[in-house]
């Protein structure tokens, strides 16, 4: 059980209504987060510099490629579809007290499932687009429900379960894709693509897979601030007696924070299955999820922040390609880059660099494992 | 009372053991061998996780903490061209990521899991970054056969004819063992995990205690993450550590924070791996290989289900300890 006063507390995410506190209070929420990736930046210009490589020419030639082009724009918002959902994913869940690290297992559950439903099926677009993709959802909700569930009923930690949930679900989707939905008569591990009814539609530039998560945040970011529903997955988040005292089902709360958590990394699955892939490989999908817990963390579990945060991070991935190309720096530093980025974001050190505050208090998300 | 379930379930196994032995000797004692080798990165991972948590702080980072070892000690073998050096790199290079965790947990009391999760995250990064292919070993670890005790039947090839990772792995949990229930730092140890502001009060120094227990665990990590690279495996890849880190922390949750129980259960554990494997060369059941990748975790979510509300965690495991 969680002790913490939400007024104490440094990660701004146990209040979710910024109008509150003023302008100095407000301050910090998004200082910080620019400091720590400005220094991320920094930390891993000094390891590019030390392969020999101007770290300036090196950060040009990634934002240049991934941001300077059509091709490189459509990339950025393709690769940024799935990061929004998969950190709305891990936001869902720590408002309400859980950490969902398994959004990597459900998402890729999701992309299997969708593209059984966009090859399998047979119908019209405005049919198979919206089935397919809520298909997709319901698998990743069903996924993340297993840990939910044993969370509410056997008080097992989810962290652990949605671990183990997401290597089982490497191997699951690699058996599926390779024996029961294989593509016919030919060598790959991959499942037949979708029908053409089922692919999402581009607009100009814009895939309209972007769109929907755009909308998905904002309307996320409105749930949880302004609803019943979003009270309820606070005050079970921030404590679960004083909900229980409160007439709040906390079970409930938890088996729906972790089915609608895996419905939102389910639905960063099906986008990709129907937007970009157009079928599924389980070589695809790799490290989404984890960057999910990133973003969250760096948009400090706000949902609309996770639109700037995903972008961010979607515009690194994307570019790295191109760095390794043209100057043979190797992609991975992107992932050191994101891996300070998520030290500094989450630990007290910019804080007491830029404020000077002593005693800052860390805010328990998490709960143990489960009392 | 619980604990009759877990003492039947063994003399169960061991005579079961004892049965296929004199049925088939030769895949009796692979089996075995598999099984116990499976065991080890797991055993000495679920130490870290005991040590901590009896301290009162969770350690969701083991995984992270074994694959920087398991790079460093590789590379620090290759590059040095001696497997004790690289060792000791990769057992040093456990304690270093043991004093990060205490730091983000301890002195900054961060969120636990929180803290962990930034090692992971931070370890997956790093190894691959500064991964480089084609390095090789100098050589392999000796095995070491224990005169006169290997020569025992069945135990003797099992037990008595391995690495000296595998010996340490077997003697830690018992060491362990007596210093948390017999020694002044285990008593200790223990209140801090579970009833701070007491120790506090007797003059025990809760953040102090806490910091170096979880840094000195690091080690333990640093050994699973070297035994991995240098004597398991004769190598290094990415993600190498495939969720051992994780395992380890459910085999900590079924030993019921017991170095000893952690001991049996991972043992358990490599066994049922060890017996799909031979089965599965056998041919004596056709299941896909993605299912017995699959059995460890499935086993873990099963275990802690049923298990879950019978045994209890320390009681302050997951709570920086603020003073009032």
């Known amino acids: 059980m969680s002790t913490t006063d939400p007024a104490r507390t440094d990660l701004g995410f146990t209040d979710p209504d910024p109008r509150r506190g003023g302008p100095l209070d407000r301050l910090p929420a998004i200082v910080i987060p620019v400091v720590s990736v400005l220094l991320a930046f920094a930390i891993g210009g000094i390891l590019i510099w030390l392969q020999g490589v101007n770290p300036f020419q090196a950060y040009y030639v990634l934002f240049s490629n991934a941001l300077g082009t059509t091709e490189g724009l459509l990339r950025v918002m393709q690769k940024s579809t799935p990061l929004i959902l998969t950190g709305l994913a ?282 | 009372m619980r604990a009759r379930y877990a003492y039947a379930l063994a003399i169960i196994i061991g005579i079961a053991i004892v049965v296929c032995f004199f049925l088939d000797e030769i895949r009796t004692v692979s089996v075995l061998s598999f099984s116990l080798r499976y065991a080890v990165p797991l055993i000495l991972a679920a130490m870290v996780g005991i040590v901590c948590e009896r301290s009162g702080v969770i350690n969701i980072g083991i995984e992270g903490q074994m694959l920087m070892s398991a790079f460093a000690g590789f590379f620090g073998a290759a590059v040095t061209g001696n497997l004790i050096l690289g060792t000791l790199i990769g057992i040093g290079t456990g304690m270093i990521m043991g004093a990060f965790l205490a730091t983000g947990a301890v002195t900054w009391k961060m969120d636990q899991i929180i803290a962990g999760t930034v090692i992971n995250i931070l370890a997956v990064g790093l190894t691959s970054f500064f991964y480089v292919q084609g390095q090789v070993l100098p050589g392999n670890t000796p095995i070491v056969a224990i005169p006169l005790l290997s020569d025992i039947p069945l135990a003797g090839p099992v037990l008595f004819n391995n690495g000296l990772f595998t010996y340490a792995a077997v003697a830690i949990p018992l060491i362990l063992w007596v210093l948390l229930f017999k020694t002044r730092w285990g008593l200790r140890t223990r209140a801090v995990g579970e009833k701070p502001s007491a120790a506090d009060t007797s003059g025990v120094g809760v953040d102090p205690m806490r910091f170096w227990n979880v840094t000195i665990a690091g080690a333990l990590a640093g050994m699973a993450g070297a035994y991995l690279a240098i004597e398991a495996a004769g190598t290094f890849e990415r993600g190498f550590t495939a969720g051992r880190g994780f395992t380890a922390l459910a085999i900590m949750i079924f030993g019921a924070w017991n170095p000893i129980g952690a001991l049996a259960a991972a043992f358990f554990f490599g066994l049922t791996q060890g017996l799909a494997s031979q089965l599965q060369a056998d041919e004596v059941i056709a299941i896909p290989q993605q299912f017995i990748n699959m059995l460890p975790y499935v086993l873990t979510i099963v275990l802690l289900a049923v298990v879950s509300g019978r045994i209890k965690p320390p009681s302050a495991v997951g709570r920086p300890y603020e003073k009032d």
């Open chain 1, 90 to 371: 891990v936001t869902v869940g720590l408002r309400a007290g859980l950490f969902n690290i398994g959004a990597q297992g459900q998402l890729l559950v999701a992309a299997l499932g969708t593209a059984w439903a966009g090859y399998n099926f047979q119908m019209p677009m405005v049919l198979h687009i919206p089935v397919a993709l809520v298909f997709g959802m319901l698998c990743g909700a069903a996924w993340a429900s297993i840990a939910g569930a044993l969370r509410a009923y056997r008080s097992v930690s989810e962290v652990i379960t949605t671990i183990m949930l997401n290597s089982i679900a490497i191997a699951l989707v690699d058996y599926l894709a390779s024996e029961p939905f294989k593509e016919p008569d030919q060598p790959l591990t991959r499942t037949p693509e979708i029908a053409p009814t089922a692919m999402l539609p581009t607009f100009g530039i814009v895939p309209s897979g972007f769109l929907i998560a755009i909308v998905v945040a904002i309307v996320f970011g409105w749930l949880l601030s302004r609803t019943t529903q979003g009270f309820r997955f606070n005050t079970v988040g921030l404590n679960p007696s004083a909900a229980r005292y409160a007439g709040i089902s906390v079970k409930g709360t938890i088996l729906l924070a972790m089915a609608v958590s895996g419905a939102l990394a389910g639905m960063g699955g099906a986008i990709e299955t129907l937007g970009v892939t157009g079928r599924f490989e389980p070589a695809f999908n790799a490290g989404l999820g984890f960057d999910g817990i990133t973003i969250a963390l760096l948009a400090r579990a706000n949902p609309i922040a996770t639109i700037p945060a995903a972008i961010l991070i979607g515009t690194l991935r994307s570019g790295a390609a191109a760095l390794q190309f043209q100057t043979g720096i190797e992609p991975e530093v992107v992932d050191v880059i994101l891996a300070i980025t998520l030290l500094l974001v989450s630990a007290p050190i910019v804080a007491r660099l830029l404020f000077r505050k002593r005693n800052i208090k860390q805010t328990q998300v998490t709960q143990g494992w489960g009392s």
